[in-house]
T-cell receptor
Framework: AQKVTQAQTEISVVEKEDVTLDCVYE???????LFWYKQPPSGELVFLIR??????QNEISGRYSWNFQKSTSSFNFTITASQVVDSAVYFC????????????FGPGTRLSVLP | DGGITQSPKYLFRKEGQNVTLSCEQN?????MYWYRQDPGQGLRLIYY???????QKGDIAEGYSVSREKKESFPLTVTSAQKNPTAFYLC????????????FGQGTRLTVV
């Protein structure tokens, strides 16, 4: 069965610090996708990134970067120079089946960026 | 603007009553989902539908029911059989191409009083 672990329940940093959110997953599928979503206080989840199991290249988008390592089953998310607007709950998710139409979510990490 | 609309934002229900949560999307997506969010537990799948007039149970379907009579709408009924209905409910939709991301509504917070 698929499982996603986000061991960090809550993290607090001061603005401009870098922060890494950990995600460890379990799956027996050879083809799968991993996702990161952000949930701001307004409630809706906002899609950040999708990565397939065959693409281990790191991804950078502005202040955000992702490190995917199949050897350790991890898909970590780093925010560089954090800002107060980054305060949110962040979820890592794994595609549930080969059709990939629904997902297993981790428990989430609540990030607080203090001014 | 295209998106997913959930209503109401806050809902209070007396024990023993059924209540229906609304979810409407104008993204022309075929697939729709209902998730339940509890503190520290992430999102758990209740029901999903990949096409009109068809839906599948998720991990925690007991005490819930859905219908999918129209492509745009996927209402969720929380029945009196649901033992612990107080939670935050999120509706999502996606295209049916494999491994695409889902788009989420702003959620409904249900409280049983």
């Amino acid at each position: 069965a698929q499982k996603v672990t986000q061991a960090q329940t809550e993290i607090s940093v001061v603005e401009k610090e870098d922060v890494t959110l950990d995600c460890v997953y379990e799956t027996r599928d050879t083809t799968y996708y991993l996702f990161w979503y952000k949930q701001p206080p307004s409630g809706e989840l906002v899609f950040l990134i999708r990565r397939n199991s065959f693409d281990e290249q790191n991804e950078i988008s502005g202040r955000y970067s992702w490190n995917f390592q199949k050897s350790t089953s991890s898909f970590n998310f780093t925010i560089t120079a954090s800002q107060v607007v980054d305060s949110a709950v962040y979820f890592c998710a794994l595609s549930r089946d080969n059709y990939g139409q629904n997902f297993v979510f981790g428990p989430g990490t609540r990030l607080s960026v203090l001014p | 603007d295209g998106g997913i609309t959930q209503s109401p934002k806050y809902l209070f229900r007396k024990e023993g009553q059924n209540v229906t949560l609304s979810c409407e999307q104008n993204l022309n997506h075929d697939a729709m989902y209902w998730y339940r969010q509890d503190p520290g537990q992430g999102l758990r799948l209740i029901y999903y539908s990949q096409i009109v007039n068809d839906f599948q149970k998720g991990d925690i379907a007991e005490g819930y029911s859905v219908s999918r009579e129209k492509k745009e709408s996927f209402p969720l009924t929380v029945t009196s059989a649901q033992k612990n209905p107080t939670a935050f409910y999120l509706c999502a939709s996606s295209i049916t191409r494999a491994w695409t991301e889902a788009f989420f509504g702003q959620g409904t917070r249900l409280t049983v009083v």
